[in-house]
């Protein structure tokens, strides 16, 4: 499945150094999918040192010349969606039309930053000096090192990829290694950019042969990361030994509210296919579901009905509604969590364990818990899974005030009908990211990220690529 891929660097396919390689496993079938080569540290070296002789080239590229190579590289993503989208369902167990789904996203940031680079924008500023001028304008920022999770393997990396590229940026890529098939059909659309070699380079392998010799590469100038809160504080640390510029986009733990004037029925049907999709391994998705006294019965009971009729299942077969966890970790991970919860008040209203009927797979049930309490763990912790705990509210500034009571603010959600309490809603959320009747924050076209603990920089928007760029002024006198 990996063969006639492998690490990617100075515009090349190639084995590791030393050959090595490791299983990678289906989260469906618990079998191996295939051999993935693992680099060493040697291949990160030489990854590093092709993205350095890659810069100067990309650096040197008009932005006209950079906004159609990733048209380019969108051509050929579009002509390729069906192999890529089967390698996200296959790699992640999530349904194909998500996975469809997610790569056309991914095709999105391309053609968003393909536009974005002609539009990389200085400005003049006059001078007190006599005859003088300021011109402020703007330059790649380096080399860039992408670090990505499991989760969604596309959609993750093209948010990194395509503005550091239209940015004018060389770029070495490293996803997660329980995902390496969907990076490299990725990476492999970008050699149709016809860009030069070593502008994008991709290595995969464990911590001591690939992040730690980016992270102490003087040449490596930024790091992006997707990933855990915990990941990011270790990268911050490391990152200022060489004063490397960070984003990062990190755990989230979203309320979502659900005012007295909500649209019930409306709010059912988009609440529940977002809570689980992806088997809730969403950064982005509700957790904490704060209901108003006078609707909480009806919405629980509209919730469960919801979710035991999604359909378990190979995410390849088109009528599955959820696939499994990534691993059994998280399978574990769901267990502790729901006892934990129970042995704290809360009660099962559906699911709560394994999904029954499966020899394999790590599969869990869409689970709801009512009775929750901010004290809870379900609650206070982002669960990362299909794990729906729901709650009582009985006034706005109540609810606010709890919903506001995490350390994340990556995302927030709220349902009403009242175009002023939306306003005061938005306006009080500490969250990165506000929907109001709405989870769809994911877009080319509009800023993504979080505040707190939920990480700094964003990705996406005209906001994405100035992360990519660093400014420089000059002033110019003339007699």
Not at 40 to 46: F, L, N, R, Y
Not at 90 to 111: C, H, M, N, V, Y
Not at 235 to 254: C, F, H, P, Y
Not at 315 to 329: A, E, F, R, T
């Amino acid at each position: 499945m990996y063969d006639h891929f492998g690490l990617f660097i100075d515009g090349a396919w190639r084995s590791s150094a030393d050959g090595a390689t490791s299983p990678v496993f289906s989260p469906v079938t618990e079998q191996s999918l295939g051999e993935c080569p693992v680099a060493s540290v040697v291949d990160t070296e030489a990854a590093i040192a092709s993205a350095k002789a890659g810069l100067a080239k990309c650096r040197a590229l008009p932005a006209f010349d950079r906004a159609d190579a990733l048209h380019r590289i969108a051509d050929e993503m579009i002509r390729r969606t069906d192999e890529a989208a089967r390698m996200i369902a296959t790699e992640t167990g999530k349904p194909i039309a998500q996975a469809q789904r997610e790569w056309a996203l991914s095709i999105d940031q391309f053609r968003w930053y393909a536009e974005e680079a002609r539009r990389i924008y200085g400005r003049i500023v006059e001078s007190r000096v006599p005859g003088g001028r300021f011109e402020i304008h703007h330059e790649p920022v380096g080399v860039v090192a992408a670090f990505t999770a499991w989760n969604f393997p596309a959609a993750l990396i093209a948010r990194k990829l395509a503005p550091a590229l239209a940015a004018g940026c060389s770029i070495i890529v490293r996803p997660s290694s329980q995902t390496p098939g969907v990076a490299m059909v990725m990476v492999d659309c970008c050699r149709a950019g016809t860009l030069p070699a070593g502008a994008v380079n991709l290595v995969i392998g464990p911590t001591a042969a690939t992040y730690a010799p980016l992270m102490a590469a003087k040449s490596v100038r930024k790091v992006s990361l997707t990933g855990s809160t915990r990941v990011g504080q270790q990268m911050i640390r490391d990152a200022a030994a060489t004063l490397k510029k960070v984003s990062m986009e990190l755990g989230g733990n979203a309320p979502v509210i659900v005012y007295d004037d909500a649209d019930l029925e409306a709010a059912l049907n988009v609440a529940v296919p977002t809570k689980f999709a992806n088997a809730g391994q969403v950064c982005v998705t509700g957790d904490r579901f704060y209901v108003h006294e006078s609707l909480h019965d009806a919405f629980v009971d509209g919730f469960v009905k919801r979710a035991e009729a999604i359909k378990l299942g190979d995410g390849l077969d088109p009528s599955v509604g959820m696939g499994p966890l990534i691993n059994g970790g998280r399978l574990a991970e769901m267990e502790k969590i729901v006892a934990g919860a129970v042995a704290a008040g809360a009660k099962v209203a559906t699911g709560g364990t394994r999904a029954q009927g499966f020899n394999s797979g790590h599969f869990f049930a869409p689970t709801v818990l009512t009775g929750c309490t901010d004290e809870m763990g379900v609650m206070a912790d982002e669960n990362f899974g299909p794990i729906a705990a729901i709650t009582r509210f009985a006034s706005e500034e109540e609810v606010l005030s709890r919903a506001n009571a995490s350390d994340m603010g990556l995302s927030a959600y709220a349902f009403t009908t009242s175009p002023a309490r939306a306003r005061r809603t938005v306006s009080a959320l500490k969250a990165g990211m506000v929907g109001i009747n709405s989870f769809a924050m994911a877009a080319s076209e509009a800023p993504f990220g979080g505040t707190n603990h939920s990480g700094m920089g964003r990705e996406g928007g005209i906001e994405g690529i100035r992360d990519y760029l660093d400014i420089k002024s000059s002033q110019m006198v003339w007699a």
